[in-house]
C-alpha cells in the first residue's frame, strides 16, 4: 500500500493551532424503549457499521501508530493518549517511536479545504484501485464536501488470516495468494479485512463548543472502526452524536465500549459479511448487563 500523506501537504489549509474547545453539555437522562436486547444491539450494529461492499468489518491486526498535526502540543498528547487508550482496552497495541504513521488526524478551520488539499495532493492514498481496500469514488467526493466537524476515510486490505497476505492484487506487485478459500468450509472463510491506515480531518470550526475530551474520544471511535458517516445514532447512547445538539456525551459511553470490545472480540471468520454483523452483535449482547441499557 502506500505510503502516508506528508505532513507539509496538510498545511496548505491551515497553518497555526485553534482555540481551544469548551465543555460539552452535560448528558440528559437516557429514553429507554421496551424492545429485546437483541433487537437493539442489531439495529445499533446494522446502523454504524460501514463495511464495503461484499466484504465483512474490517479491524487493526497491527500496532496502532497514531500523528495528530496542527494542534498545540498539549492538545496533540491529550488527543493522543485517549486514542491510544481506547486502542489498548480492545486489544490493539500502539507504538510511538520510529513508526510509521496508520493514524492520521489534521486540524484545520476549514474542514473541506483540508480534505480537498489532502486528495488532491496524493488522490492514490484514498482511491486506491486494490479491491476491498476503499469506498467509492462518490463517498471520497462527500468526504471531502461534508460540512461535518469530522471527517474521515478508512483503508483496509483482505488478507489470509493465517498468512496476513494480502488475496487481491496491489498495484506494482505479483499475482495475489489464492483467495479460493479451498482450506475454509462453505459457512467459514480464512479471509479477514485488515485496517491499514485511516485520515481524520477535525474542523475546529465547526466543532466550537465542543470539549478536547469529548472530541478526542469521537477521533478514537472512528479510528478504531468503520463507522458510517451517515449513521443515526440518536436512539443510542454513543459518542457519535457528539455533534447532534444539547444532551452530547462527554466521553465514550459503556455503549461504545461494548460496540468496539465485541468488533475486535467477535470472531470474524464467517463466509458472509452480515453473519459477520450477526456474531459482533451477539457478543455485544452478551456484553450489556441491562437488556434496556444503551438506547435513548
Not at 483540508?114 to 486528495?119: C, D, E, L
Request: aromatic content about 6%.
Amino acid at each position: 500500500m502506500a505510503g502516508l500523506i506528508p505532513m507539509a501537504v496538510a498545511a496548505i489549509a491551515f497553518g497555526g493551532p485553534q482555540t481551544p474547545p469548551q465543555q460539552a453539555t452535560q448528558l440528559p437522562d437516557v429514553v429507554v424503549e421496551n424492545r429485546p436486547l437483541e433487537e437493539i444491539v442489531r439495529s445499533f450494529v446494522d446502523e454504524v457499521a460501514d463495511t464495503l461492499p461484499g466484504f465483512g468489518p474490517a479491524r487493526w491486526d497491527r500496532k496502532l501508530c497514531v500523528r495528530v498535526a496542527y494542534l498545540r502540543r498539549d492538545f496533540v498528547r491529550f488527543m493522543v493518549d485517549r486514542i491510544d487508550r481506547a486502542a489498548r482496552d480492545i486489544g490493539v497495541e500502539t507504538e510511538h517511536v520510529n513508526c510509521r504513521p496508520n493514524v492520521l488526524v489534521v486540524a484545520a478551520a476549514d474542514g473541506q479545504e483540508m480534505a480537498r488539499a489532502m486528495v488532491n495532493a496524493r488522490s492514490s492514498l484514498f482511491l486506491t484501485h486494490v479491491t476491498g481496500a476503499n469506498q467509492s469514488r462518490a463517498d471520497l467526493d462527500a468526504f471531502q464536501s461534508s460540512e461535518r466537524a469530522v471527517r474521515w476515510w478508512h483503508i483496509s486490505l483482505p488478507v489470509n488470516a493465517d498468512t496476513g497476505q494480502a488475496v487481491v492484487r496491489l498495484p506494482g506487485r505479483g499475482p495475489a495468494e489464492d483467495s479460493s478459500g479451498e482450506t475454509g468450509s462453505r459457512l467459514r472463510t480464512e479471509l479477514q479485512n485488515d485496517l491499514q491506515r485511516v485520515f481524520i480531518v477535525v474542523d475546529f470550526n465547526a466543532a466550537n463548543g465542543t470539549s478536547i475530551g469529548a472530541l478526542s474520544d469521537y477521533v478514537a471511535m472512528v479510528a478504531l472502526a468503520q463507522v458510517n458517516p451517515d449513521a443515526d445514532t440518536s436512539r443510542y447512547d454513543t459518542i457519535l452524536n457528539l455533534f447532534d445538539g444539547d444532551g452530547a456525551p462527554s466521553g465514550l459511553t459503556d455503549w461504545d465500549r461494548s460496540y468496539l470490545q465485541a468488533l475486535y472480540n467477535a470472531r470474524l471468520d464467517q463466509r458472509q459479511p452480515g453473519s459477520q454483523l450477526e456474531a459482533i452483535s451477539r457478543v455485544m449482547a452478551r456484553t450489556r448487563g441491562n437488556p434496556s441499557e444503551g438506547e435513548r
